[in-house]
């Protein structure tokens, strides 16, 4: 029997696709996972458990949400449902105002939305644009539909009209870019593009004979098939991702006379507003199904699309919403989050210039439907029991759709966690777990004992499943597929408890440790004996009370 021992201090690749579970010659195999479930990658190289949603309010069922970012101290949640507009502070269930409009569920999902300054700009070929502003105050706000002047003409067939009215439709997308307003397609001109007068956005006079630098821009696409516009991006330059490529202005600067188009790429994107981060524009192609990132490459002096997804496309499917947190006073690295149509949301985390790049899954009890990030503050809409809510991602709690409340023996609740199977915490100690409902009908999780926070929710499953043995060794030449046995799996962890490894408890307490208290979080070496040989010589590292966990590295012994 030979032995030897496989390091793995690095998990930064993520979770990769069953597909390429035989591609033991390409190094990110043994920087990846199986399977990565309610974790987040860190960028120091290990997985942690992600933080758990703080129940805020309930919302009208299909809502979208949009991030109003006004200043560094005074930021806003709106929360769009077909008759009206709700807007809260981040991680706040308070309503701050209620402004009311009419859109069908099918203009609400495709409707453009973009933020200048105290005002939000909405665009959807079937309404004249409509914009919301902040009007002095967080509880004073006022929508309206935009009045555009000197609209561009297009002659139809029966002479010169405006290309955007109720018969030729309206404006599709938009954008802020060097100062002007940008709009792209609309239902008689899917592949147009209009630019404001610079500085005065709703403005679109292009100077008739005297046609001077910050007049308007009237520009059609050249392309050789039907390419409807499906979003425009501001970028490096200004971009256009169409239905079946992607599009650059290539000036620095873009006038009337100078500004010119080039089709880079053919992918296609799907409708859904891409993000910027690094100098790259993530999009999702038009099946929904692969995250490409458009990017300058100074090598073949233009631009290119790389899949960013390919490794980990299993976990990608019909994606319904993303958004992006750009590091944070939480956490250094860069997220993007995919709401799949599963319910289930795909998280990348991505440091281009550290080359930290991977993917883990995120589930819950229900279904993830929308994701907004305002600065540092993710909110979710998730779907529970058939009613949508509004949720925010905590790190201070370890549970899904938690109620929390400091100095108490109890929580109030609601029904939904009666439903489904409640768990307690109190003083980051998981409680025997005791609910009622009280004479006036009010729902209560209870504590052992008055604590000074307590908090109560519904558990996650949390999964880190390591990819099958691969070594090379002189005897047996690669073992990745020889019979083997994982005889000890020595753990690396910091600030964790509670931890279970292929259904084992990983044992935190110590000889002599107080039997009747529950241990406190370990960060150092834990190890455990397995049994069993198999051809691929897995371990599944798991939890299965709400407590903290950070895996930093993995270390097998393995007997062949």
Known sequence: MARLRILQNSLITGVIAPTLLGRVDLEKYYNAVEEAENVVIMPHGGMERRAGLKYLTEVATGSRLFSFEFSITQNYVMVMSTTDVKIYLPGSGTILSTETWTVTAAQLAEMDIIQSADTVIITHEDFNPRQIQRQGSDTAWAISDITLTNIPQ?????????????????PRTCTFHQGRLWFGGSKSKPTSVWGSVINDFFNFDDGGTDVQPDDGIFDVLDTDQFNAIQNIVSGRNLQVMTAGGEFVNTEDIITPSSSSWVRYTGYGAARLKPVTLDGSTYFMDRFRKTVRGFIYDFEEGGYTTPPVSILAEHIINDVQDLDIVRGSSISVSN???LVNADGTVAVFNTMRKENISGWTKWTTVGNFKKVTVTGD???????????????????TVLLDHTFKTTSAEKVEVDQVLFDNEIRVVGDSITQTTTAAVDESGTYYAYADDTVDEIYAGLNYNVLVKTLPVSANTQSEGNIVNLPKRITRCILNLYQARGIYVNDNLVTNRKFGDPTDEVFTPVTGIESIYLLGYNTKAQVEITQKNPDPMTLLSLDLEVSY
């Open 377 to 395: 503050t993710v909110t979710f809409i998730v779907e529970r029991d058939g009613t949508e809510y509004l949720e925010v991602l905590d790190d």
């Open 154 to 170: 297009f002659d139809f067939g029966s002479g010169n009209e405006p290309v955007w009215s109720a018969t030729r439709g309206y």
């Open 335 to 337: 997220l993007l989050y």
